[in-house]
């Protein structure tokens, strides 16, 4: 298994700002992902983060919105740029296991934005 | 197009009763299966998963899954329901091979009357 720890946990920002999560792994993961869970919604892939080269985005998520950087195999940021209330919602990152990929993922606890 | 199908957006039983949650996936081949809980303020949990074998899985808490193939379906099951199972339920696949993405299914609310 992989512990996951997210920062910040929860924040309210302002319209038009942009904020960076943070995704630590406690142990080298080869797989990373970014979801997005809107209120009462279900989870959504914004994208796979790949170690030294840029992210894979899913379908109606695009770089300049979502910059992803994941610089090592341990660690990897999610910014959302320009925020609207509509990007309200859970972020979660998430992995696959430490001794490579078992089709298992492990969730971190997310980070709740509120934009206002 | 693949999807995941979760018919029951919210579900409430008794405490002590039997709980299943329905799961139907729409694939080509046989996916890898998954049943997460989130509980209120926390993150994903794994239930189980179904890779191959089989095709009944037992899980953490007390809960098993049957996948059937026939009916492209993994529903979830616990013969008897503690107050604390109260939480939101997640199915999900991911395709045989090595791709990692999680599809998610919409989610069903459990709710558990004293």
């Known amino acids: 298994s992989a512990v996951i720890s997210q920062k910040p946990s929860r924040d309210i920002c302002q319209r038009g700002t942009s904020l960076t999560i943070q995704c630590q792994v406690d142990?080298?993961?080869?797989?990373m992902f970014w979801y997005r869970q809107q209120p009462g919604q279900s989870l959504t892939l914004i994208a796979t983060a790949n170690q030294g080269s840029e992210a894979t985005y899913e379908s109606g998520f695009v770089i300049d919105k979502f910059p992803i950087s994941r610089p090592n195999l341990t660690f990897s940021t999610l910014t959302v740029s320009n925020m609207s209330p509509e990007d309200s919602s859970i972020y979660l990152c998430?992995?696959?296991?430490?001794?490579?990929?078992?089709?298992?993922?492990?969730f971190g606890e997310g980070s709740r934005l509120t934009v206002l | 197009a693949q999807s995941v199908t979760q018919p029951d957006i919210h579900i409430t039983v008794s405490e002590g009763a039997s709980l299943e949650l329905r799961c139907n996936y729409s694939?080509?081949?046989?996916?890898?299966l998954f049943w997460y809980v989130q509980s209120p303020g926390q993150g994903l949990q794994l239930l189980l998963k179904?890779?191959?074998?089989?095709?009944l899985v037992q899980g953490i808490k007390g809960f098993e899954a049957e996948f059937k193939r026939s009916q492209s379906s993994f529903n979830l099951r616990k013969p008897s329901v503690h107050w604390s199972d109260a939480a939101e339920y997640f199915c999900?696949?991911?395709?045989?091979?090595?791709?990692?993405?999680?599809?998610f299914g919409q989610g069903t609310t459990l709710q558990v009357k004293p």
């Open positions: 179904y890779f191959s074998g089989d095709t």
């Open positions: 694939y080509g081949a046989t996916p890898y």
């Open positions: 998430s992995v696959g296991g430490t001794s490579g990929y078992t089709g298992e993922l492990f």
């Open positions: 142990s080298q993961v080869t797989m």
């Open positions: 999900a696949v991911v395709l045989s091979g090595n791709t990692g993405k999680l599809i």
